[in-house]
Antibody, heavy 117, light 108 residues
Framework: QVQLQESGPGVVRPSETLSLICTVSGGSFTGSHWAWIRQPPGKGLEWIGYTFNNGQTDYNPAVESRATISVDTAKRQFSLKLTSLTAADTAVYYC???????????WGQGTMVTVSS | DIVLTQSPATLSLSPGERATLSCRASQSIGASLFWYQQKSGQPPRLLIFDASNRAPGIPARFRGSGSGTDFTLTISSLEPEDFAVYFCQLRADRPPYGFGPGTKLEIK
């Protein structure tokens, strides 16, 4: 059974860069879109972007200029870098899988990221 | 971008009652509409894919319907564990995913 686990810092300073990693255990790492989604406290969900195992990526235009998603197939990991952070980037960040369904059937537990000095 | 709206924002019902949640798209998306349930402190859980198909392990009391721009999630008889926030999500060309703002289903 596929499981996802996010890792990264809990607090990041304004204007700095957030780096998160999602480790995929169990199941196949190929044939799926691997996505980052975030949720500000008490608010809704926002898709950030995804990568395919061949390195193809796509991003939400709202964050496209600041986001980079990459994949390391050998380590079964994919990562998110988000630059020029502001308080508006404070959120729970989830990694998730879309196995060609058009929706996210497997999610990590999420990691809370607070942007604060 | 295609925008999803959900109504009502909050729905107050009692266990055993029927819940009807609405999701509307700003333009037609065919059947590319999905529903999630999210409980406090947990990630969302996929309930319905392609507007009307239950995801594996989802009880039969959850039913999705609709196509085009208007979609409905119906919970036939509420169980205590069904009180949560429900989000709809679309699949489109660009951007490929979008979420509605959510409906909070609370105990009356």
């Amino acid at each position: 059974q596929v499981q996802l686990q996010e890792s990264g810092p809990g607090v990041v300073r304004p204007s700095e860069t957030l780096s998160l990693i999602c480790t995929v255990s169990g199941g196949s790492f190929t044939g799926s879109h691997w996505a980052w989604i975030r949720q500000p406290p008490g608010k809704g969900l926002e898709w950030i972007g995804y990568t395919f195992n061949n390195g193809q990526t796509d991003y939400n235009p709202a964050v496209e200029s600041r986001a980079t998603i990459s994949v390391d197939t050998a380590k079964r990991q994919f990562s998110l870098k988000l630059t020029s952070l502001t308080a508006a980037d404070t959120a729970v960040y989830y990694c998730a899988r879309d196995e060609a369904l058009g929706a996210f059937d497997i999610w990590g537990q999420g990691t809370m990221v607070t942007v604060s000095s | 971008d295609i925008v999803l709206t959900q109504s009502p924002a909050t729905l107050s019902l009692s266990p055993g009652e029927r819940a009807t949640l609405s999701c509307r798209a700003s333009q037609s998306i065919g059947a590319s509409l999905f529903w999630y349930q999210q409980k406090s402190g947990q990630p969302p859980r996929l309930l319905i894919f392609d507007a009307s198909n239950r995801a594996p392990g989802i009880p039969a009391r959850f039913r999705g319907s609709g196509s085009g721009t208007d979609f409905t999630l119906t919970i036939s008889s509420l169980e205590p564990e069904d009180f949560a926030v429900y989000f709809c999500q679309l699949r489109a060309d660009r951007p490929p995913y979008g979420f509605g703002p959510g409906t909070k289903l609370e105990i009356k």
